[in-house]
């Protein structure tokens, strides 16, 4: 049931209170008072699920970021322009210097296939429709030197000292690329892996002549003048390169090296090579995944993940992303422009958020699919092996169900269909998806102008779904849908609860205690989500959701990884680190906040976010406080209301851990608490600045300290609330 005639009291500090009169406060001494009450804001405790992320495949390298592939288009395809909607969503175009901007690093790099310069009797091509193995192109390289080896080339690897890796690809030969009456004719090439900037390439550019290659082995390189050429990291020769494609595998050692390498493959002169689904991968990788990836998840702790898009699900066909992944077509993202390898589907989706511990959530195509389409997928996910399409997972080496429980009916349906159409399709969709599995719970779209019609949608498609998508992270807009929903509820008994399935930081929320100067210094919103002011509103927003108790069921930050600067996790080449964002989730996706209470606050303070919340046994009690002013300011929570009795005498004197800052442990002279709590596990984030943010070389801008205390009897609590800070104190 959802709670209709609550009393919202006065919204002050950012925070849902009830105002009490403002005692006169000096300036000099910032004070909060704040008495936690009884009385709880929901009749539902809240949602685990709603500390979720979203995965977009074909948008702001998030998967390419997060997948051990190291290769840039392996399969040689073309690459779709990027889109406007995508230039918009990063606030520049085409003509911007991208390494400019602050988001960017290596993990957005876009390195293409070269030829490898020096020979001038070397061609390269990539050749459409012709000597490819999957997708529509392939390479081909054709030397016609009678002295001089030629190759191909990819830079900007980033090798790591110690590792092993894989690499695997489909070559062939023959006299032309079109070549392939049988004969027994044969060549063998090489891998010659580089250091960036120092192999044969470069020299040549740099105006050293690349002279006669002699022998097969890369180490025996010597330019017409004699003048020694760059010596290969690690070389391998690739033996008996047929005219039929076939596939060629080496597995190294990396024994010594550490840093950016560029891989190439070279012929003997008077040789050809065709070149296709090439892949390199660390052989540390997880499922396909990034090691270093899916530790840093561990420590994020997704609760529920949505995938594969956003808008790239509209056009999203699932049957395309299963089987095995070098057999898979590479696709271009239509609504975003730019390529998309195919390397992850529905298989290595699940795997993630196993690995993760999250759970899965799956947004199908009703904008250009249809109904048996998905109802195809989640038979393909949830039916047993013997099913038809159940043999197709089990073909992919999974006899047992996946259990995908929630779905999505696609993303932005105002696109194609009016609110009405949209309902009845969706009708049409659950009632095909339910016949499958009839456990499955699904969402549809109720945001944007849909909300203005949500009544009308909820009598056509209501029977049929479990959930409501609003976009919004206002309060006051989710308690209107609450409204909507609740009494459809109570008219049909059914038990439609609301969701969030893309939400960005706000933006325009901007503290006025941040210097506009600084704030202007990074010119794009998705630049700013980056900072950790942006990460503090995450902070802030995911309080909301809190407070609408478990009648909001769930919820995913918009994006994961990379995405042009927004994120939870940022994927260099060379390492993978938490955002400021996601010290935000990895803290708040472990709260114990169940049931939030309702407060009375007298001298609020400006930019100061204040909550409280029981937890799921009414045992412990979880305290907040978000602190956006470069002043520190003390908050004292009167806990009085909440039973026991109050010691007058019974203080305890907290042992500051001084720094720059001041209090760190955020616990300050005077302390007292109720009796019931007898242990107190606090945690402080904090950064320097408000807009500081992120970098390969300075990954850790934001500071956390946690502290375990024993507490003395008492009806108070105090938190000294330390400049840019978020402070979690957990009673119990």
Not at 69 to 83: D, L, Q, S, V, W
Not at 498 to 525: G, M
Not at 638 to 643: A, F
Not at 702 to 728: K, Y
């Amino acid at each position: 049931m959802i709670r209709r005639a609550l009393s919202l009291g006065v919204a002050v500090a950012w925070g849902l209170v009830t105002l009490a009169a403002a005692p006169t406060q000096d300036a000099d001494e910032p004070v909060m008072q704040v008495t936690v009450t009884v009385r709880e804001l929901a009749e539902r405790p809240v949602s685990p699920l709603i500390y979720g992320n979203f995965i977009e495949s074909g948008f702001g390298r998030q998967i390419e970021g997060m997948w051990a592939e190291m290769f840039f288009n392996r399969g040689f395809e073309a690459i779709p322009p990027y889109t406007e909607a995508n230039y918009g969503s990063r606030g520049c175009g085409p003509e911007t210097d991208v390494e400019r901007q602050p988001w960017w690093h290596s993990g957005y790099e876009e390195q293409p296939w070269e030829l490898v310069p020096g020979n001038p009797k070397a061609k390269w091509n990539t050749l459409e429709h012709i000597s490819f193995w999957n997708g529509q192109r392939g390479a081909w390289l054709r030397n016609e030197s009678d002295e001089q080896w030629a190759g191909f080339a990819q830079r900007g690897m980033y090798l790591r000292k110690g590792e092993r890796y894989v690499f695997a690809g489909m070559l062939r030969t023959g006299e032309h690329a079109w070549d392939t009456a049988p004969d027994d004719r044969s060549i063998d090439a090489e891998i010659r892996i580089y250091a960036d900037g120092d192999w044969p390439g470069h020299a040549a550019a740099n105006g050293r002549r690349q002279g006669t290659q002699e022998g097969t082995q890369a180490g025996t390189k010597k330019d017409t003048q004699n003048n020694a050429q760059p010596e290969p990291i690690l070389t391998h020769t690739l033996r008996d390169i047929r005219k039929a494609f076939e596939r060629k595998e080496w597995t190294f050692e990396n024994p010594d090296f550490e840093g950016r390498a560029t891989f190439s493959i070279w012929v003997a002169p008077g040789c050809n090579i065709g070149a296709d689904a090439l892949s390199l991968m660390p052989a540390s990788n997880v499922h396909g995944w990034r090691a270093d990836v899916v530790e840093v998840s561990k420590r994020l702790n997704p609760r529920i993940i949505r995938w594969p898009g956003g808008c790239f699900a509209s056009f999203y066909h699932w049957r395309d992303g299963i089987g095995e992944r070098s057999e898979r077509d590479p696709m271009p993202s239509p609504f975003w422009g730019g390529l998309y390898d195919n390397d992850v589907g529905t298989v290595q989706f699940i795997q993630f958020c196993r690995l993760v511990g999250a759970e899965p959530f799956i947004c199908v195509n009703v904008l250009t699919g249809d109904a048996d389409e998905a109802a195809d997928w989640v038979a393909y996910c949830n039916a047993p092996a013997t099913h038809p399409i159940g043999r197709l997972r089990a073909r992919d080496g999974f006899a047992e169900p996946f259990g995908v429980n929630y779905w999505e009916l696609d993303n932005e349906a105002g696109r194609r269909f009016t609110p009405p159409q949209y309902a009845h399709r969706c009708v049409e969709y659950a009632r095909a998806m339910k016949a499958v599995d009839p456990s499955i719970e699904l969402a549809i779209v109720g945001y944007d102008w849909y909300r203005m019609a949500l009544r009308e949608m909820l009598e056509t498609a209501g029977a049929h779904i479990d959930y409501v998508v609003d976009r919004a992270i206002d309060e006051r807009a989710l308690r209107g849908d609450l409204d909507v929903i609740g009494r459809y509820n109570e008219k049909t008994g059914t038990n439609i609860r609301l969701c969030n399935t893309e939400w960005p930081a706000p933006d325009r929320d901007v503290p006025p205690t941040v210097d506009r100067k600084e704030v202007e210094k990074i010119p794009t919103a998705k630049g700013r989500r980056r900072c950790w002011y942006s990460a503090m509103n995450v902070a802030k927003t995911l309080l909301t959701f809190q407070r609408l108790g478990g009648d909001f069921a769930l919820s995913n930050f918009n994006n994961y990884a990379n995405t042009w600067g927004q994120n939870v996790i940022e994927c260099p080449k060379d390492s993978a680190y938490l955002s400021p964002a996601g010290h935000v989730f990895e803290l708040f996706s472990r709260s114990p906040a169940a049931w939030p209470l309702e407060l009375e606050i007298d001298a609020p303070r400006e930019n100061v976010v204040v909550q409280a919340a029981w937890d799921q046994d009414h045992a412990a009690l979880c305290l907040v406080v978000l602190n956006y002013n470069a002043a520190q300011v003390q908050v004292t929570f009167t806990l009085d209301q909440l039973g026991g009795h109050a010691d007058a005498d019974g203080r305890r004197h907290g042992t500051p851990n001084d720094d720059r800052h001041g209090t760190r442990n955020g616990i300050g002279p005077g302390t007292q608490l109720d009796g019931r709590f007898t242990s107190c596990d606090q945690t402080v984030m904090w950064a320097d600045s408000l807009m500081a943010y992120n970098t390969p070389t300075n990954p850790c801008v934001v500071e956390r300290n946690d502290t375990t205390q024993t507490l003395s009897e008492g009806a108070r609590f105090e938190i000294t609330a330390t400049p840019f800070s978020i402070t979690q104190a957990v009673l119990r």
